[in-house]
């Protein structure tokens, strides 16, 4: 499954956005998701992931409290709500398909586009 991360953009420090992720074959609501970023010039980092029942993990402690993920199953599409924004939070998201249903056994074949935020001071 290939996916797609989208809602990218340059807000002000406080701000809110949400990113979604989509995948383009039928097995992405039977798969969990993570979501990832790669800030500048460091190394790709895990955010959260969810699984198909909804259940959540927090992995990145400079973001607990901040953000959250959310599926709809209906549209097909996992989100991540990220609010107030700090300029630290710059970074290019992307998004990530488990083998399964459960946060495990990353499948790195699903890497696909990231988008870009950039939070100014």
């Known amino acids: 499954v290939q996916l797609q991360a989208s809602g990218g953009g340059s807000v002000q420090a406080g701000e809110s956005l949400t990113l979604t992720c989509k995948g383009s074959?039928?097995?992405?609501?039977?798969?969990?998701i993570g979501w990832f970023r790669q800030r500048p010039g460091e190394a790709r980092e895990i955010i959260s992931c969810?699984?198909?029942?909804?259940?959540?993990?927090d992995d990145l402690d400079s973001v607990k409290g901040r953000f959250s993920l959310s599926r709809d199953s209906i549209k097909s599409a996992v989100y991540l709500q990220m609010n107030n924004l700090k300029p630290e939070d710059t970074a290019v998201y992307f998004c990530?398909?488990?083998?399964?249903?459960?946060?495990?056994?990353?499948?790195?074949?699903?890497w696909g586009r990231g988008t870009l935020v950039t939070v100014s001071s």
């Open positions: 990530l398909a488990m083998r399964g249903s459960y946060c495990l056994n990353p499948d790195y074949r699903s």
């Open positions: 074959e039928f097995s992405f609501d039977q798969r969990a």
């Open positions: 969810i699984s198909t029942s909804h259940r959540t993990t």
